[in-house]
Structures are given as structure tokens and as C-alpha cells.
């Protein structure tokens, strides 16, 4: 079992403890060997995500239940499009129903948000990262749904990589000072830096960082960064990105663009699961 089979087994099973606790009661009124048919329809346009999740919460309910997709991870679903298929028995379909749409409904969310906001800059070499700001115990899932939309992951966590703030250089002394202890603990991980300003850009690259995180910079102040930067740093924008500018910041040349509201903005898609006449 690789890592992220693991994670999703630990989401699955957290989830359907919380949800059925000791035993969902309403299917008791439903006859034990009574068999469904049913079907998944999306009703927007959306990117699939999150079938791993939703074929394993109804598996571990019942390993007989038999699930066929129409559609893939990271493919556009059409409105009111079938996208899979479940037979089984009813009471294990129905107890595992929503937690099953949970997970799809949340990530086909952070995927499809993602692919809308990488296809308005497909034509510039800039590329959309996620954040930390994630929901709990669900940051690997959200991740890989960033990954789905067309996106890619930026740290993990606090372990992976260096983004030295504000505070972190104050304790420090100064960003030279922090460069030089991060470097001497992990020098093999990325080292970023996040500057409010074009005076901190340029200590960060006499620092010789990594990546600079340009914070809340305008849009003036975006091509003025990549003017002075001259292609030494890594650049990534971040800071009220939103549908509207986006294609404004990517077009100022940075390389990359970070936006919270990924994983943190999340407006369900509307799947429903309905019966197979």
C-alpha cells in the first residue's frame, strides 16, 4: 500500500466512524437482503476528483458492492452527466452514501476551482500552487485534488520546506542571519523567503534564496520585481488572487502564483445518487 492509499484509508474510516458511529439505524427499517442499482449524476460542470475516497467509504461497508466510472479523476464532467454506476446491498449502499459524497463533492470542488484558475493563464509560463490552508485531516486529499485540476503542490507542511516570515526573521535577527541558520540545518530543501516589499526582494536575492514570495505586491510592483530580479529567484505572487486578476499577475512574469482559496474557499459540486429503474 503506497502513502497516499494509506491517507485515504485513515480518511474513509475517520469519516464513516463519525457518520455511523454504532450503526445506522434508519436502514434497519429496509429488508436485509434487499439489493439496489444506482447511479451518480453530477449536475454541473465540474472536474471529477476524489473516486478513491468514494469507491472505499461503500467498500469497507461492504467489499461486494460493484462500482463502474464512467469518468476518471481529473476529467470534465458535463451537467447532469452519469459518471458511475453502484449495485449492491441497499442497506450498505445507503449508510455509505454520504460519506462517499462528501469526499467527491469537496475535492471535485478544490479540482475544478484549480483548473479554472490554471486555464485563464495556460498561454504564460505561470504555474497555480495551493497552501496550507486546507481542511483538517484532509490536506493530502486536498493536495492531490490541486494536482487534479492542474495545479501543483506547494510545501506539504512545516517539514518539507522553509518559507521564512516576517516573525521568523525577526527572531532571527535579520534574513541574512535566517538564510544562514536554514541553509546549515537543511540545505537540500527549498529555502523561501516572503517579502512586503522591492528593498526585502533584493536582500532576498543577495541572500541567494530559493523562491521569494512577493506578499500583497501590486501590479506595478510585480513587474518592477521581475525587472529587478532578473531571473535569479524563483517569484511567486500571492496575496488577493482572484478569477478577475489573475491573468494580470501571471502576465507580470512570475513564475509562480499561490492561492488559499484552493482548499479554503471550497463550494461543493452537486453530485446526487439516484436509483436505476
Not at 455509505?96 to 470542488?109: D, I, M, V, Y
Not at 478544490?110 to 485563464?120: E, G, M, N
Not at 535577527?173 to 541553509?183: C, H, K, L, P, T
Request: charged share 20%.
Amino acid at each position: 500500500m503506497n502513502e497516499l492509499s494509506k491517507i485515504i484509508e485513515l480518511n474513509v474510516i475517520h469519516a464513516l466512524n463519525e457518520d455511523i458511529g454504532t450503526g445506522d439505524i434508519t436502514v434497519q427499517l429496509i429488508p436485509e437482503g434487499a439489493t439496489l442499482e444506482v447511479k451518480l449524476i453530477c449536475r454541473e460542470s465540474a472536474i471529477l476528483c476524489g473516486a478513491d475516497w468514494f469507491n472505499l467509504s461503500f467498500l469497507k461497508m461492504d467489499p461486494d458492492i460493484q462500482i463502474e466510472w464512467l469518468v476518471t479523476d481529473g476529467e470534465q464532467m458535463k451537467t447532469d452527466q452519469t459518471v458511475c454506476k453502484l449495485k449492491g446491498h441497499a442497506r450498505s449502499i445507503l449508510s455509505a452514501e454520504r460519506t462517499a459524497l462528501n469526499f467527491l463533492q469537496t475535492l471535485s470542488a478544490t479540482a475544478t476551482i484549480t483548473h479554472q484558475y490554471q486555464k485563464l493563464i495556460s498561454k504564460t509560463s505561470c504555474r497555480i500552487l495551493d497552501t496550507r490552508k486546507t481542511i483538517p485531516n484532509l490536506r493530502i486529499a486536498q493536495k492531490y485534488a490541486v494536482r487534479c485540476g492542474g495545479g501543483m503542490n506547494h510545501r506539504t507542511g512545516l517539514y518539507d520546506a522553509f518559507l521564512l516570515k516576517e516573525n521568523h526573521l525577526a527572531a532571527c535577527g535579520d534574513m541574512a542571519s535566517a538564510v544562514v541558520i536554514a541553509r546549515k540545518l537543511n540545505p537540500r530543501v527549498l529555502l523561501e523567503v516572503e517579502v512586503e516589499n522591492l528593498q526585502q526582494l533584493q536582500q532576498a536575492i543577495d541572500c541567494q534564496v530559493d523562491r521569494v514570495l512577493l506578499d500583497n505586491f501590486t501590479l506595478d510592483m510585480l513587474h518592477e520585481a521581475v525587472k529587478i530580479n532578473k531571473g535569479a529567484l524563483q517569484l511567486e505572487a500571492s496575496g488577493d488572487i482572484t478569477l478577475q486578476n489573475i491573468v494580470d499577475v501571471a502576465n507580470t512574469g512570475v513564475d509562480y502564483i499561490s492561492i488559499g482559496a484552493l482548499t479554503k474557499h471550497v463550494r461543493a459540486i452537486d453530485f446526487s445518487l439516484r436509483f436505476i429503474d
